[in-house]
């Protein structure tokens, strides 16, 4: 590294021929010697590569869902982070998804979600969710209210199809019934569910309720 004044030039920056000038806050202008980067191959680094690429392409489906699911603040990136470091499972190349470790919504603590639940088949392609309503009381200080909204998500995995459900139903009411696409019918899908406080101003972290054969 060097550092220069510059009477004629006056400060200058980015690359010059072999070398990169840039302006620090403590050593002024400075010039360093420019080097390509490298492209490291090593077994653990091209795991690691084809690990991401497949993360990116199997969640790329869902990019629209986790928008709106964790209210547009980096839903994308958050989810594939997180499927990065705790649903993928195999080795290289042959990776593979754990959807059921998959989320769909962060939240806060301070809405509870615990407890039973559980999504089954009733007719054709509608399913049953059911949930637990225990931890309800009427104390103004319970993180579960019985007025939070309820959200659902479906993911049929063959098809690379989201679908969510905003129905008029609150935490008390325990459970609802959900008419999938028809075009689901045949297929597996996968099921989550969060609450969300009655002014819309948190939710809490997604549930995954299991898959469902249809």
């Known amino acids: 590294?060097?550092?220069?004044?510059?009477?004629?030039?006056?400060?200058?920056?980015?690359?010059h021929g072999g070398a990169v000038?840039?302006?620090t806050q403590n050593n002024g202008n400075i010039l360093r010697i420019f080097k390509a980067p490298g492209n490291p191959k090593s077994e653990k680094q091209v795991a690691v590569r084809t690990k991401f690429t497949f993360v990116i392409t199997y969640m790329s489906c869902l990019r629209e869902l986790f928008k709106y699911t964790f209210n547009g603040k980096g839903g994308y990136q958050t989810a594939v982070s997180y499927a990065f470091r705790n649903a993928v499972t195999g080795s290289a190349p042959d990776w593979t998804m754990d959807v059921s470790k998959l989320i769909v919504a962060v939240g806060s603590e301070s809405v509870y979600a615990s407890g039973t639940h559980a999504v089954t088949l009733t007719s054709g392609s509608t399913v049953k969710v059911d949930w637990y309503t225990g931890n309800i009381h009427n104390s103004p200080f319970d993180s579960a209210k019985g007025n939070d909204t309820v959200t659902v998500v479906f993911f049929n995995e063959d098809l690379r199809e989201a679908m969510l459900y905003e129905p008029d139903v609150t935490r008390m009411d325990g459970t609802l019934e959900v008419d999938l696409p028809d075009n689901w019918t045949g297929g597996k899908a996968h099921s989550w569910l969060f609450f969300t406080r009655a002014n819309?101003?948190?939710?809490?972290?997604?549930?995954?309720?299991?898959e469902v054969q249809l």
């Open 1 to 15: 590294m060097a550092r220069f004044n510059s009477t004629t030039f006056g400060e200058i920056s980015g690359r």
């Open 21 to 23: 000038a840039a302006k």
């Open 200 to 210: 819309g101003t948190m939710n809490s972290n997604s549930m995954y309720l299991g």
